[in-house]
């Protein structure tokens, strides 16, 4: 492997790790506040599933970046200026409707993307994207369900999943843009060429929320900037909780 | 028999080191202590180097929080035995399935109150069947799904309308 791309497949992974960790924490929030005991047990199944992800591809940028570092350092010692995750990955709990939406956004994505991501020439990706695949299955499944049954269900839950729609909207456009850096490596054979994606998670989304009876919003506004360090507020304070007990106490074990 | 128990079963038979597949048959899944890490199919592999033990397992799901456990029971249950060096390897590919579970871990599984993947009716998707699992309490196919996920990734929660009982049913993976 040539240091260039060596150097860009461990940033890919790094952001690969933090879109999961950042996901996989947020949506762990969920336990001990689900509607009701069965689907809190599921919100910290699908929890567990992202911060399963995002150690393998920490893992696998410790051992590229072969300085030292571990996972760990990957995930609880970077600020949020480093944090590379796509901004809908941070953005808060919010109500039920609202998590499921972006769940719903994010499964129908990875639907797309980890088959891709499975040709890599990169045994590593390719391995932990066979391994996801199968999760995210069972993920697409629930996230579909939730969104059918609250758009096309009271006047209350339709509203609340209608607002969640739209104002998650805009924040989906970021997931199908690539830089120098990705787009090298798609070129290369090791990356996913994430903008060939886009129409058919669009259809696949329009379906949905038609058969939900729920609008696709008009693409008036689109917000970016999570892929180069540059966040929305909610992430500094997940950091903080994340973070804090490592920072804490360096190298405590229990 | 399924061929991937069929490629499982003839390795461990024709392994050099069958002793310590026995051996290992003592370290159990922590989150179901009736399967041992071979009925489950997350043990992959053992081979000696010498004096050095290397043995490969692999995660059932990505966020597996039993996979440390796992990997320190199996240096204890070896240390026990006066092995010394061992290394225990995580081995992502191929992707563990649910077909790699043993015949007698299937049993197994039942007689602990969990349905096994193949007492699941066919569904459309190849995903987790809305109803008739069988119930590994009272036999009945009467049954709902109650929960797409149970008590770990690996399970989702079925309810029996004919004993009445909650079961877990090993998904399909
Ligand atoms: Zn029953």
Known sequence: ?254 | MPEEQYHRLQQRDTSEVKELWDLLDEVKDPEIPALSIWDLGILRDIERQGEHIIVTITPTYSGCPAMDTITEDVKAALNAKGYESIEVKMQLSPAWSSEWMSLEGRRKLRNYGVAPPEDAADSEDGLTPDAHTLCPHCGSRDTRLISEFGSTACKALFQCQACKETFDYFKKI
């Open chain 1, 1 to 254: 492997m040539s240091d260039t791309i060596k150097d860009a497949t461990l940033e890919y992974a790094v952001r690969l790790g933090d879109d999961a960790n950042v996901l996989g924490h947020r949506i762990s929030e969920w336990v001990s506040r689900g509607p009701f005991l069965e689907e809190d047990i599921a919100y910290a199944n699908v929890a567990l599933d992202y911060i399963g992800r995002a150690r393998m591809f920490y893992g696998y940028a410790a051992e590229l970046a072969n300085d030292g570092r571990t996972e760990d350092d990957f995930a609880y010692m970077r600020d949020d200026r480093q944090y590379q995750n796509l901004l809908l990955m941070e953005l808060p709990r919010e109500d039920f409707a609202y998590s499921q939406v972006r769940q719903l956004f994010i499964d129908i994505y990875y639907g797309l993307m980890l088959p891709e991501l499975v040709k890599s020439k990169d045994d590593t990706l390719a391995a932990i994207a066979a391994k996801a695949i199968k999760e995210t299955r069972y993920h697409l499944r629930r996230s579909r369900d939730w969104v059918l049954r609250l758009g096309d269900g009271t006047e209350e839950s339709h509203r609340r999943t209608q607002r969640a729609v739209d104002s998650l909207w805009g924040y989906t456009h970021e997931m199908f843009e690539m830089d120098d850096t990705e787009q090298r490596l798609a070129d290369s054979g090791i990356g996913v060429d994430i903008t060939k994606l886009r129409d058919e998670w669009h259809r696949q989304v329009s379906a949905i929320l038609a058969e939900a009876t729920l609008n696709l919003p008009e693409d008036g506004w689109a917000v970016r900037g999570g892929r180069i360090g540059y966040h929305t507020e909610n992430l500094g304070h997940l950091l903080t909780e994340m973070q804090f007990v490592h920072r804490s106490y360096p190298g405590c074990q229990w």
